[in-house]
């Protein structure tokens, strides 16, 4: 028996043992391989991400690998934890060594899709795009695709099990998307699952040592690339409310849900500017979404996927979208209609992640910026408890407060040693309340200031009642002396 | 009966011994005191842990025409039983602590028994710090024998450093290269036959260096006892800049022949609050200028000008030279104790409080449950105990609450079924109430809230609600069930200190 036969052989086994569908039924038998060589692409990505503390700074370039699948004869789209931080994105062909570098159309942590377009380059007008699977069926096998050593495509059966919610990033919510078994230790995320000739998903993970994955599945994809394409992106939809299960008998009793009623989660917060601010209130218990019942730990029943999270409802929307909502408030059932809001157009005062690259401010050797989780993730592992405590507390309480007017906490990160700034050099981590006397509420105030006095002379941190003061007339010269000891590029 | 060939040996080798090794001189001064030491248990606060023996050093002092010993306050904190032992006697004495400093780690004993004091003789205290260079030596009880030990060294250094005993007082250490183990603690440390100072920490992993308490920070702790009771070290209240940078020394306004440090912000229940302003700057303490970096002379040597103050007591008045609005101040204040809310020191010899409702142990945010649930600490539920921690003072927590009272455990009954998620939560109110130290707690869940105690948590919107009857009705079981006694240990009402 060689490998091949065995593998195959092995996996029917397996599907046998799990009482699942045997792989030797499955659609890749019938795919027709040619055509994939203009439509799967591996795609080789330089990254390098900022040194949140020194964000002039870039730490060592790291190379990742992975595919990108055509959706027209110009773009693509692979997953966002593929192209993050790229400084290089380049698409190769299977059966060449030819790699060239392409564009970034828009690349969404939130819903870990990227948009790439190859226009420009020899590859445009020949891509050969694949239809969308919009919903693949769970408990069935499609083809995993992947490219090998030599530029051959290899396939294999992958299996899908049940949807969940795959979080990237603990600071960013959790995005609906299917877990499935494969053989094939798959090379790269963003490979495609392919079933009865449509695009099923794109790979977001693969763990080799249990071959399980998870795959951001076709009605995602499809939604992101519509939505990608236009000048107007707004991001993933947003309800703009933050709750809790409400299994507690005692707290539902004392919320005055009435006995009958056993389902509904607890409103804890809802964000100012969004649809939930113009309904709902702290307290209220949310019983309805969309017409799915939410049962007390905040799962509904998907028609297509099972149980699942109720948000899983919220990230197969879209912006603008009208959700028919019921809720019990004091005892009285409530029912109204919430207007989904969008992530680009409410941020948050403190973002989980930088912008690339993140702004930032030096003057006198002052470093400012925006406080960020990326930020404060940067203290390693354990980040909430080495990073900065106030900073951190901040970036808990922050991250669910609207940003209506661009509000952020601008930090004084440190101080880069110099005359100018004697007494100051031990200050960091510091939030900036006031420049030059005018109060500020992101590093975007402090750059105006500057702008308009030409000079940042005195600085207010919040835990300080006196002011840092720089000598204006020696600050240009400390700049270019700063700049030049540091290696400083010129401050954006 | 004959003797036999082993006790003669034995008894020719001690008659040897006597005979060849003459009585040190410090051997009717220094001590060695035994200590079976018990530590609360800050997680299961209603018990403590196992008893442990342990032992240390002291000698004896001449105080006031009274006898006693002085010791390190860690080799005597939390002790269950203390017994002290003299050079060649196979007596032990029970010793009692009459006076504890734990900020500073001395520590006074008392033995009542008359014999203990025959034959003693008080070591006399210096007065003055040796010089570096200066050759001195430490004498007690290392761990490894049970007879005087005697370490020569030179003092290598003079200077503040973290006294681990309490990990936030600093004071002044004399840092000596003579060997300094467990067991040494609480000896003294001689030059020219008069104690300079009190071994008490050392430092891992490094060899040779040794830490005593220096002299002036004992007779701090004397003087300080000498009315009877121990007042700890005064706090200005102050944080500062120092005004090297003269862009900051334009903006105060200070002339150029003037120097000082800049008043940044000031600790509402320090010293100084009321006296002093932010943009203050301090140009001299009782009447020794204080230069641009912070430091001031004496006796011919830069140092903090906080080592004034090391000086001075609690209650003591101390005078400033301030610029202020162009003008020269003189201005006064009385000296007051340091505020224990939010300074998160050791803290021993005092049992840890706590409340029990339902089977939700409550117990006030300190360094030992701190240290208890590091492991938990990685989580958003619990970042704001850090933030309390580390930044509860400076960010002014302190100006309204005493303490943070910790919702620390779950002893699991059907009562408290889904609390699991608040555990570690740091309660703000209890039934519309705010809690501002673990004694509020009885006042507030007098008055439930439709029946339910309503119990909310700093930085986290959700909030719990039990049946305020039924939590009530529980404790007879939760208490049998896990053995706790009491459903409560509430501190004792805070001892007002008088300046």
Known sequence: MNASVFRRFA???????????????????????????????????????????????????????????????????????????????????????????????????????????????????????????????????????????????????????????????????????????????????????????????????????????????????????????????????????????????????????????????????????????????????????????????????????????????????????????????????????????????????????????????????????DLSGDYLRAAGANWLMRANARLVRLFLAGRDESALNGERVPILVSVLPDAINVSYQEISDAIVTHVNGTPVQSLMDIRAVRARDGAIERVRVSHLDVELVLDREALAEANARIADNYRIPVSP | MPLSPTFLRTAIAIAFVKTAAPALPWSASVVKIHVTVQRPNPVLPWQDGPPNAASGSGFVIQEGGKRRLLTNAHVVSDARYLEVQREGDARRFPARVAFVGHDCDLAVLEVTDPAFWDGTRPLRLGSTLPALDEQVIAVGYPIGGNRLSITRGIVSRIDYQVYSHSEVDSHLVLQIDAAINPGNSGGPVLYRGRVVGVAFQGIRGAQNIGYAIPIPVIRHFLDDIADDRYDGYPDLGVTH?????????????????????????????????????????????????????????????????????????????????????????????????????????????????????????????????????????????????????????????????????VLIGRLPHPINAYADPFVMGAVASVNDRPIRSLADLPTALASPINGFHVIRFHDRPDFLALPAKEADDAWPEISDRYRVLASQRLPSPPQTASP
Request: negative net charge; contains cysteine; hydrophobic residues 40%.
């Open chain 2, 241 to 405: 800049l120092t005004l090297r940078n003269p862009a900051l020394r334009r903006a105060a306004g200070l002339p150029p022949d003037r120097s000082g440090i800049l008043v940044a912000r000031l600790d509402p229940h320090g010293s100084a609050a009321g006296r002093l302003q932010p943009g203050d700057v301090l140009l001299s303490i009782d009447k020794v200028p204080i230069r641009d970096d912070g430091t001031i002379r004496i006796d011919g040597q830069p140092v903090e000008f906080i080592e004034l103050f090391e000086r001075k007591q609690v209650g003591d008045n101390v005078t400033f030279e301030v610029w202020r609005s162009n003008t020269v101040h003189r201005i006064a204040l009385t000296l007051v104790p340091t505020s224990p809310a939010f300074h998160f020191g050791s803290t021993y010899d005092t049992p840890p409080p706590y409340f029990v409702l339902g089977g939700l142990v409550f117990s006030p945010l300190s360094r030992e449950l701190l240290i208890a649930l590091q492991r938990q600490l990685n989580t958003p539920q619990a970042q704001h105990l850090l933030y309390a921690w580390l930044f509860g003072r400076a960010d002014g927590l302190h100006e309204t609450d005493q303490e943070r009272v």
């Open chain 1, 11 to 369: 996996s029917a086994l397996l599907g046998i043992a799990l009482g699942l569908p045997s792989f030797a039924e499955t659609d890749h038998e019938r795919e027709e391989w040619p055509a994939l060589r203009w439509t799967v692409f591996p795609l080789r990505v330089t990254a390098q991400r900022t040194v949140p503390a020194q964000p002039w700074k870039k730490e060592s370039p790291e190379r990742r690998t992975g595919y990108a699948v055509a959706i027209s004869s110009n773009r693509l789209l692979t997953v966002e934890s593929l192209v993050r931080d790229h400084t290089l994105v380049e698409l190769g062909q299977s059966e060449t060594a030819r790699f060239v570098g392409i564009r970034v159309v828009r690349a969404d942590r939130e819903r870990n899709l990227a948009l790439l377009d190859v226009t420009g380059t020899p590859f445009e007008g020949q891509l050969h795009p694949l239809p969308m699977a919009d919903r693949p069926a769970l408990n069935r096998s499609g083809t995993l695709v992947h490219i090998v050593e030599g530029g051959a495509f290899q396939k294999g059966a992958a299996l899908l099990l049940r949807g969940l919610m795959e979080g990237t990033d603990e600071s960013i919510p959790p995005i609906p998307a299917l877990s499935f078994l494969s053989e094939l230790p798959v090379n790269g995320n963003g490979a495609p699952v392919l079933m009865e000739g449509a695009l099923a998903g794109l790979v977001a993970r693969y763990e080799t040592a249990s071959r399980l994955g998870v795959l951001i599945p076709g009605c995602s994809l499809r939604r992101f690339a519509e939505e990608a394409n236009s000048d107007t992106y707004r991001g993933a939809a947003l309800a703009g409310f933050s709750w809790a299960p409400l299994p507690d008998p005692a707290l539902r009793a004392f919320l005055r849900v009435p006995a009958a009623v056993t389902e509904g989660v607890l409103i804890l917060k809802t964000r100012a500017g969004s649809g939930a601010a113009t309904l709902l209130q702290p307290n209220d218990v949310l019983i309805e979404w969309d017409g799915h019942p939410i049962d007390h730990q905040g799962y509904y029943r998907d028609d297509w996927l099972g149980a699942l999270p109720f948000p899983a409802l919220i990230a197969f929307s879209s912006p603008g979208q009208d959700i028919p909502i019921v809720w019990i408030r004091n005892g009285e059932r409530h029912q109204g209609t919430l207007t989904l809001s969008a992530t680009a157009n409410l941020s948050t005062r403190v973002p989980a992640y930088d912008p690339t690259p993140p702004p930032w401010l030096i003057e006198g050797g002052l470093i400012f910026r």
